[in-house]
């Protein structure tokens, strides 16, 4: 006889006990029996009297076996309704072949099954905090799937070898390329604009609407910024910290959310960006480490108990940092790099930001020209910026044209500056008649918030905080309206006290820009204090050698030249720096900072990157090969070598490359991106030798190697 044809009293004899071992949520079914006036509420008494889980499920049974073939029925009607919550049921009610009779069809069923309701409730939740891309001013918001573009992912063992390359986000929870299988967390590393953030937030949204290959039921999103807003003493407990800065399950008088979750860790996603935003004073992580789940703690000794598997071991953990961010390989499970958009992805991003034909052929043309503007733009970060400018200046003024050949990093955020300055400007102006571009006269008449912009940048940065306070926006001198230009954005993510919104710059890179103009506008007399970041980064350098019981540690810097090493947000304003001080740079910034101020700013600078350059020079350690005399550099080099680009300067290049002695240099592993060629070639050009340069273990595309053109009669390129 088909199972479908056996009364559902018989079904519920026949598989007694798989139901008796698989039943979780027992208050659900009693509910619904109750609510539709199978059980009175004796009968749920009864149950509810009877002390485990087992003999529950043993007594509903008996119950609505006793109430007859219609209780039964209605009994595996709640099971197939409630998917969420009896989803372990789900393939045996295929098995036998389960079709509701009509006579069921209809019934109210509600789900109060806590487990199944929380993570509704969470995907909820994270459709919608996930569904926009953050683009600049508030009113201007993208859907992320008309935007989000593939980048390349690629898979990395633990000596950051190739392992291949991810083909969708499905795959970054599975088994593929896992080196460590002991270890509980997923890398996810890249440069600053790679797209990790970005990349979470699609994984997220993915889960959200269930299109995510795993049977996860619970998702909590966490950015590791926000452990910085924690007070040192407060201390908070691992369900506090789970439910505070995600949401609270509804009706759970019992517990039961948290409870499954320390039960079955594995139902867990956990997602952790920005592992490089963590600011801390490394003296917190002496506090031993927090293995119970009930303790109260000090939320980064949780964050690190959770990364390390001391807490809900075997639940799944992403989490993303910005290359060059060492966490000891032991915890990593297996690790992935992102590279940027490919060319093929740049078309496909071309075609979703532009819908007009007209912009992407004038787009595309102007790209085809200039490899190193594609360079930049595999970096989708600096690609939005030039992109969305593009379009706004596009519609403003007839002249505008993508900056060619040369162009910075520090052109680029000007850019976006510009933009952002420009809707300042009377609106009726600009949309009756096209005007004739004038960047100075933008940034004139932008100064006022642009310097209240920048000074919070860098009051924010020397705290060593990505989050601004309405407070600190207020002294800042910023009004409503100034919040409106899109420089910042409101910080919904973590902002349980419900007091008035934190903000936060649109991207951390723009804050370290910012940081860089407040340097330029401030007004002292001295001038030295301009170099206050390069000093800090040897400074930190010294805090990161501490060692630390979890062992997360900046990279160790073997170099004797500290300023061009460690913190990537200083190292970022230093860039800016040297790129506002740049001499082609000098027209605009004449008009915001007084000339002979800006003249000994530009020489205090000047000087002082001759100096350090001169002794990194000197320092880098040599070795004799059978080839001849080698010298593999570090990552400090690339960034020596980004600041004299953004500087300009040919006398600075001039003396690095002298400085250059040996034959053979190793830039393997350095982390050189395609965008970084044109500044080697800056340098390398001025080199009076055959020079060999391993670039082995980089991310240069046919982009940089095209950069590195010039410098090709000089010089080998080994990939
Ligand atoms: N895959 C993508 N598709 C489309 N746009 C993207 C993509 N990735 C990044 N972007 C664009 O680049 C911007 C910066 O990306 P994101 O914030 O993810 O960088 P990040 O790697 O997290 O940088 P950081 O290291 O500074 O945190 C995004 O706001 C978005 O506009
Ligand atoms: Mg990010």
């Not at 967390?185 to 797209?195: F, L, P, S």
């Not at 595309?364 to 490899?371: G, I």
């Not at 420089?487 to 910012?514: C, K, M, W």
């Not at 082995?696 to 940089?704: E, L, P, V």
Request: aromatic fraction near 10%; hydrophobic fraction near 40%; glycine fraction near 6%.
């Amino acid at each position: 006889m088909e199972e479908s044809s056996v009364p559902c009293l018989h079904l519920l004899t026949l598989h007694r006990e798989l139901l008796v071992s698989t039943i979780t949520s027992i208050q659900c079914l009693l509910d619904n029996l109750l609510l539709n006036g199978f059980f009175c509420q004796e009968d749920v008494e009864i149950v509810q009297r009877i002390p485990t889980k087992p003999d529950k499920v043993r007594k509903v049974l008996e119950l609505v076996q006793c109430k007859g073939e219609e209780a039964c029925e209605f009994f595996l009607y709640v099971i197939y309704k409630v998917c969420d919550a009896y989803r372990d049921l789900q393939p045996w009610l295929e098995d036998i072949n389960y079709k509701p009779s009509g006579s069921v069809i209809g019934t109210e069923v509600v789900n109060s099954d806590p487990i199944s309701r929380y993570s509704q409730k969470l995907r909820h939740e994270i459709s919608r905090d996930t569904s926009f891309i953050m683009s600049y001013g508030q009113q201007e918001e993208t859907r992320l799937e008309d935007l989000y573009t593939d980048t390349v992912m690629e898979l990395l063992n633990d000596t950051n070898e190739s392992l291949g390359f991810l083909e969708n986000l499905n795959q970054l929870l599975g088994d593929d390329a896992v080196f460590n299988p002991q270890g509980e967390v997923i890398y996810v590393m890249g440069d600053a604009g790679v797209g990790k953030s970005i990349l979470l937030q699609k994984f997220a949204n993915l889960w959200s609407k269930k299109e995510l290959k795993t049977d996860a039921l619970f998702f909590f999103k966490f950015r590791c910024r926000m452990f910085s807003i924690f007070k040192d003493a407060e201390e908070i407990s691992l369900r506090n910290l789970l439910f505070k800065y995600n949401c609270y399950p509804d009706h759970d008088p019992d517990n039961e959310v948290f409870d499954y979750i320390l039960r079955f860790p594995e139902k867990v996603v956990f997602t952790f960006d920005g592992f490089d935003e963590i600011q801390e004073d490394v003296d917190i992580l002496k506090i031993p480490e927090v293995v119970s789940p009930e303790a109260n703690a000090n939320a980064l000794q949780l964050l690190m108990s959770l990364l390390s598997g001391k807490l809900l071991k075997g639940s799944n953990k992403v989490m993303t940092a910005r290359t060059g961010i060492e966490i000891q390989s032991r915890v990593i499970r297996k690790k992935v790099a992102l590279r940027g958009f490919s060319p093929d992805h740049l078309k496909a991003y071309i075609n979703l930001h532009f819908k007009e034909q007209e912009h992407r052929e004038l787009v595309s043309v102007q790209l085809d020209a200039s490899p190193h503007l594609c360079g930049l733009c595999s970096t989708p970060l600096f690609c939005w910026i030039v992109f969305k400018s593009f379009r706004h200046l596009q519609t403003m003024h007839d002249d505008f044209h993508l900056p060619d050949t040369c162009i910075t990093l520090t052109n680029i955020f000007l850019l976006l500056c510009e933009v952002f300055l420009s809707r300042l400007a009377s609106p009726a102006a600009s949309s009756l008649k096209k005007s004739t571009r004038c960047t100075s006269e933008t940034f004139r008449a932008g100064l006022r918030p642009l310097t209240a912009f920048s000074k919070l940048a860098l009051q924010g940065l020397e705290r060593g905080s990505f989050i601004c306070s309405q407070e600190e926006i207020s002294e800042c001198g910023l009004t409503e309206e100034d919040l409106s230009l899109g420089f910042l954005r409101p910080v919904s993510d973590y902002d349980s006290s419900g007091g008035p919104a934190n903000f936060e710059f649109i991207h951390i890179t723009l804050q370290s820009f910012l940081a860089a103009f407040a340097l330029v506008l401030e007004e002292q007399t001295s001038t030295d204090f301009i170099l206050k970041f390069f000093s800090e980064c040897s400074w930190r350098q010294e805090v990161s050698c501490t060692p630390l019981p979890f062992c997360i540690g900046r990279p160790v810097n073997l170099s004797l030249n500290k300023p061009f090493s460690t913190n990537e947000h200083f190292l970022f304003t230093n860039l800016f720096l040297c790129g506002l001080l740049a001499k082609s740079q000098l027209g605009l910034m004449g008009h915001l900072v007084c000339p002979a101020l800006l003249r000994r700013k530009r020489a205090t600078l000047k000087s002082y990157l001759s100096t350090v350059v001169r002794s990194h020079m000197q320092g880098l350690p040599t070795y004799k090969g059978d080839d001849g005399t080698k010298v593999h550099v570090l990552p400090n080099f690339l960034w020596m070598v980004r600041c004299i680009f953004e500087t300009g300067s040919r006398q600075i290049a001039q003396m690095t490359a002298k400085g250059i002695t040996p034959y053979f240099i190793k830039l393997g592993y350095c982390n050189v991106y395609s965008g970084d060629c044109t500044a080697l070639n800056f340098v390398l050009q001025h080199h009076r030798t055959l020079l060999r340069l391993d670039m082995d273990n980089n991310n240069i595309s046919d982009y940089g190697v095209k950069q590195l053109r010039p410098s090709f009669s000089r010089m080998t390129v080994v990939r």
